[in-house]
């Protein structure tokens, strides 16, 4: 069974990899910043996989911290990043 | 140590530092500072495979927390394009 | 390493038109210094390669501490190793390490200009009711947590610097979201949350010096409630340093244009 | 070549990546970004180091000056966030030393 929960997690991890596509070549910040967020969610499932196949389950702690927090980011993109360029559209009008 | 083993810490260490290089060597500011998001996801990754889970926690919080916030808010103030001193910026709050 | 690119090619993905004066004088300084850069980077070269070797050629076992941590963990009040070598073992380590954030967070403070003036708002617009909800369920939760890692410090990964990172984290999503009036807060209540880990710290640091004449030894029957003491002081410190780095300084550069569109019909509620 | 060296090299190579682009750009966020990515280097180096002690558990003592490093860079990336914000607003630039920078931030 171990084999199978690592197996799954380099797959995720291959996901990850492929994920990254997107914030090299993402047209918009947004989508960017979606897939940060998208890695964070990842994380998650591989650090519960982990958990099991380590034998660590304190690893499902480092999980709950990444699905609390992973959000902010995109909170600080939204009120701190974004806006900028938001108005600078507007007055470009 | 198995081979699977062996595939993940090599997929998450080539990730490390292939996400490093890019964001060292990335032109654009915002991005970078994505990548560096990213990067400490996979950093937590690399804590928990070395069995530290006492660091995998405290990463996860301030890379998934605090330094995209940080480092966002302050993407976003020095894009700007004019800065206007603190004193003429009064809030109505 | 040498495969860098020189920064004369222009960006891909850059908006604004450069001066096309700017560009040259790119091109002329990274002539200047190419000699040096191409030096610089033989040099790194050479480092990764030392540092390789000498990683490759350590010896494939050394003793470390772990047996003498493990040795004296009975003495240390809690049965966390991680734990007790933080603030039992190496106690002073973490001890300069809270007056190495308060100099931070007070080199932050340094910085402001005019202490009295408001706060320059953050934007409000975009996102408010997402925020609003987002406020609402996640600051509890965040909290809850910050609570069960100091708990579980004690006896398992965990502790001080893992709760203040979550406590910095809800105070920054109320920062983001213009529930914290950062600049309302009364001066002395600003500092003394500042200081109130060190200040516990050495209090407690001086009274087990005098009392077993050893610099932070603490008692055995009593070192676990001391660090415990001790760790949610210092959770709440390194909390309020990190929001303090965050919004201490007013978000002073805004366009006039974002300046309208943010406070046309964003007023925050009171 | 165990599973402990092979994170050790990783973070032989992270750190000298960190240093090269140190030194070699001028904007300050790069700037903070490589001594970030220099710190996590070092500190995986010591982590995986940490590891050469026979038996199971690994050695608890860098493990919690790893912890200590970690909030100490942290609070410093914060910090020179600050200085960065202030240095903008003062003379709107984002590099210390370079006489072409412009207050672009796609540049270099």
């Given at each position: 069974m171990n084999d199978f929960y690592l197996a799954v997690s380099a797959f995720l991890l291959v996901n990850i990899l492929v994920g990254l596509v997107r914030i090299l070549r993402g047209p918009t910040p947004p989508d960017r910043m979606l897939m940060a967020q998208m890695f964070g969610t990842t994380g998650v499932g591989i650090l519960l996989l982990l958990s099991e196949a380590m034998g660590l389950p304190v690893l499902r702690d480092v999980a709950l911290l990444f699905a609390l927090l992973g959000a902010l980011a995109t909170v600080s993109f939204v009120r701190r990043y974004w806006p900028v360029e938001f108005a600078e559209e507007e007055s470009k009008e | 140590?198995?081979?699977?083993?062996?595939?993940?810490?090599?997929?998450?260490?080539?990730?490390?530092?292939?996400?490093?290089?890019?964001?060292?060597?990335?032109?654009?500011?915002?991005?970078?500072?994505?990548?560096?998001?990213?990067?400490?996801?996979?950093?937590?990754?690399?804590?928990?495979?070395?069995?530290?889970?006492?660091?995998?926690?405290?990463?996860?919080?301030?890379?998934?927390?605090?330094?995209?916030?940080?480092?966002?808010?302050?993407v976003g103030a020095i894009r700007s394009p004019n800065p206007v001193p603190e004193d003429t910026s009064s809030d109505s709050g | 390493m040498t495969s860098n690119k020189s920064p004369t090619t222009e960006p891909?993905?850059?908006?604004?038109?450069?001066?096309?004066?700017?560009?040259?004088?790119?091109?002329?300084?990274?002539?200047?210094?190419?000699?040096?850069?191409?030096?610089?980077?033989?040099?790194?070269?050479?480092?990764?390669?030392?540092?390789?070797?000498?990683?490759?050629?350590?010896?494939?076992?050394?003793?470390?501490?772990?047996?003498?941590?493990?040795?004296?963990?009975?003495?240390?009040?809690?049965?966390?190793?991680?734990?007790?070598?933080?603030?039992?073992?190496?106690?002073?380590?973490?001890?300069?390490?809270?007056?190495?954030?308060?100099?931070?967070?007070?080199?932050?403070?340094?910085?402001?200009?005019?202490?009295?003036?408001?706060?320059?708002?953050?934007?409000?617009?975009?996102?408010?009711?997402?925020?609003?909800?987002?406020?609402?369920?996640?600051?509890?939760?965040?909290?809850?947590?910050?609570?069960?890692?100091?708990?579980?410090?004690?006896?398992?990964?965990?502790?001080?610097?893992?709760?203040?990172?979550?406590?910095?984290?809800?105070?920054?999503?109320?920062?983001?979201?213009?529930?914290?009036?950062?600049?309302?807060?009364?001066?002395?209540?600003?500092?003394?949350?500042?200081?109130?880990?060190?200040?516990?710290?050495?209090?407690?640091?001086?009274?087990?010096?005098?009392?077993?004449?050893?610099?932070?030894?603490?008692?055995?029957?009593?070192?676990?409630?001391?660090?415990?003491?001790?760790?949610?002081?210092?959770?709440?410190?390194?909390?309020?340093?990190?929001?303090?780095?965050?919004?201490?300084?007013?978000?002073?550069?805004?366009?006039?244009?974002a300046d309208q569109l943010w406070h046309s019909n964003d007023e925050p509620k009171e | 070549m165990n599973q402990p060296t092979w994170y050790a090299l990783t973070g032989v190579i992270l750190f000298s990546m960190g240093i090269h682009a140190f030194v070699i750009r001028t904007h300050l966020v790069r700037r903070i970004l490589a001594f970030n990515i220099m710190g996590s280097g070092v500190f995986l180096l010591l982590v995986a180091i940490a590891h050469r002690i026979p038996g199971a558990a690994p050695d608890p003592v860098p493990h919690a000056l790893v912890l200590t490093g970690i909030v100490v860079s942290v609070s410093f990336t914060a910090f020179g966030l600050v200085l960065l914000k202030k240095i903008y607003a003062k003379t709107g630039k984002t590099a210390l030393i370079d006489p072409t920078e412009s207050t672009s931030d796609q540049t270099n």
């Open positions: - | 140590m198995t081979a699977l083993t062996w595939i993940f810490d090599g997929l998450l260490t080539a990730a490390m530092v292939y996400l490093a290089w890019s964001l060292l060597s990335e032109r654009d500011l915002f991005k970078a500072v994505v990548l560096f998001i990213a990067f400490g996801l996979l950093m937590a990754l690399a804590w928990v495979r070395l069995r530290a889970p006492d660091i995998a926690l405290a990463e996860a919080a301030i890379s998934a927390g605090l330094s995209g916030v940080l480092l966002l808010d302050a | 891909a993905s850059t908006r604004r038109p450069k001066s096309s004066s700017g560009a040259a004088g790119v091109r002329e300084f990274a002539a200047e210094i190419g000699f040096a850069r191409v030096a610089f980077n033989l040099l790194v070269v050479l480092l990764l390669g030392l540092l390789f070797w000498t990683v490759l050629d350590l010896p494939p076992q050394s003793a470390g501490l772990h047996a003498k941590v493990k040795a004296h963990m009975h003495v240390s009040g809690v049965a966390s190793p991680i734990t007790a070598v933080l603030l039992n073992f190496r106690g002073y380590d973490t001890l300069l390490e809270i007056v190495v954030l308060l100099l931070a967070s007070i080199g932050c403070l340094i910085l402001r200009d005019a202490p009295q003036s408001h706060p320059a708002l953050a934007p409000g617009r975009p996102g408010k009711w997402v925020l609003d909800g987002m406020i609402h369920v996640l600051i509890p939760v965040m909290l809850l947590t910050a609570g069960y890692l100091l708990w579980a410090g004690d006896h398992a990964p965990g502790g001080a610097f893992q709760a203040g990172a979550v406590l910095a984290a809800a105070g920054f999503l109320l920062v983001l979201g213009n529930r914290m009036r950062f600049w309302r807060t009364p001066e002395w209540l600003l500092r003394l949350s500042l200081s109130f880990g060190m200040i516990v710290f050495v209090l407690v640091a001086s009274v087990v010096t005098i009392l077993t004449k050893n610099l932070l030894q603490y008692p055995e029957n009593y070192a676990g409630i001391l660090i415990l003491l001790i760790e949610i002081s210092v959770a709440g410190s390194i909390g309020c340093v990190l929001i303090t780095l965050f919004a201490g300084h007013p978000p002073v550069t805004r366009t006039p244009a | -």
